[in-house]
């Protein structure tokens, strides 16, 4: 009896420690104030009154609520008071954790709740890592529609240590979710600054100079088949690709939707075999893809994915073919710097022609021929280069702050392993 007594006393000890005190067990509803909140249609709202009026879907990506809201209200009654832990109360957003804790006294809608921890002995940052450590859908009852009552929470068995432990855990967790906010924040301004570049140098109100400083040519007026000769492609479905081995491998339209990058690298990209029982011999020397073509996605069921391309640009000497609803095109007509013509794709000019050649109701498709008659504005192939240059420094930049931000929330996700029970 002596050794499971121990042995229950080291399940109580997290990995990660701040002080030697054990954890201890409590039931949630007698560390915290429970209350929900009211419909809208309870309210006569204000546009300048002293509390927010919040709803489910203004609970942003901070671990605080940042106030967003249009409406305020003098509401005393109803008020949820400042470092609360709030979070829905019903619905899908239960199971997306949409937990927060509100950085002001606020007023709240009535599919969300609020927790009020009694401060003397439960931080209220704690309380926010543990239940998203827990995740709420733990605590909800999912059997039909995810929903949180009073009568899920009250009962909440939970293990906590001491408030000191508490306080020293939450501010070191919240140190590790202030630096994904600053490289989530990073990320979007890069973004945007991409974006808005590329809006500039391809409308040409944005031009590079040669190395004497001089103006390059005027971009000359071409349609798409004036550049690039399409080629076949196969109509292997994921049932007739592996990712263990093969001799050959596809480029499946689904992946130039969800993963591959505009510039394909075949060492940076996860790119699935042709399964053995394939007779390669029923494919054309011509019709492997080569550095610097086009692999265009020719369906989607929305315009945002139609036409969506990639442009291959290093392949190692690797078997690649082009699979599935998608096309090979090829620039052997012009002369196109390898790197340009994957940017030159996801021009605003090019992708709102795109949409407008875009056919069908359910699910969109597009031509060769209507593709081939699409208007293009090429530069000469020194300012293609530079533009490619240029361009491709950014998405570097942005590469490397995603995986920063991958590698960061990685990190705390170890932690909250480590650092609770």
Known sequence: METIQIEKVKKLIPELRFFENEWYEITLGDHIKIKSGNSPSSYKFIYEGRYPFI????????????????????????????????????????????????????????????????RDKLDYEFLYYKIVKEEL???????????????????????????????????????????????????????????????????????????????????EEKIFED?????????LSREKLNYGKGE?????????????????????ELVPFINSDFELSKIKNENYCQEGDLVIADASEDYADIGKSIEIINLQNTKVVAGLHTFLARPNK???????????LKSENFRQQIMTIAQG??????????????????PSYFEQQKIATFLSSIDSKIESTTQQITQTQTFKKGLLQKMFV
């Open 55 to 118: 709803k489910v879907e203004e609970l942003n990506n901070c671990i605080k609520y940042q106030n967003s809201s249009r409406f305020y209200s003098n509401d005393i009654k109803n008020l949820i008071e400042k470092f609360s832990v709030i979070f829905p109360k019903r619905g899908a957003a239960i199971l997306n954790n949409k937990v927060r804790i509100n950085d002001c006294s606020i007023l709240m809608d009535s599919n969300m709740m609020a927790l009020t921890p009694k």
């Open 248 to 268: 050959v491998k596809n480029i499946h339209y689904g992946d130039i939707h969800t993963k591959y990058k505009t510039l394909f690298n075949i060492n940076n």
């Open 137 to 219: 859908f733990k605590i909800a009852d999912t059997s039909t529609i995810p929903q949180i009552n009073n009568k899920h929470i009250e009962p909440y068995k939970l293990f906590i240590p001491s408030l000191p432990e508490q306080q020293k855990i939450a501010s070191f967790l919240s140190a590790v979710d202030e630096k994904i906010q600053r490289l989530t924040r990073k990320k979007e301004l890069l973004d945007q600054y991409k974006k808005g570049v590329m809006q500039q140098l391809f409308s040409g109100k944005l031009r590079f100079k040669d190395e004497n400083g001089e103006d390059y040519v005027d971009w």
């Open 334 to 344: 012009y002369k196109m710097y390898i790197g340009f013509s994957g940017y030159l």
């Open 227 to 235: 550049i690039y000769t399409f080629y076949t492609t196969n109509s």
């Open 361 to 378: 109701s359910k699910v969109l498709s597009i031509s060769t021929g209507r593709v081939g008659k699409i208007n293009l504005n090429i």
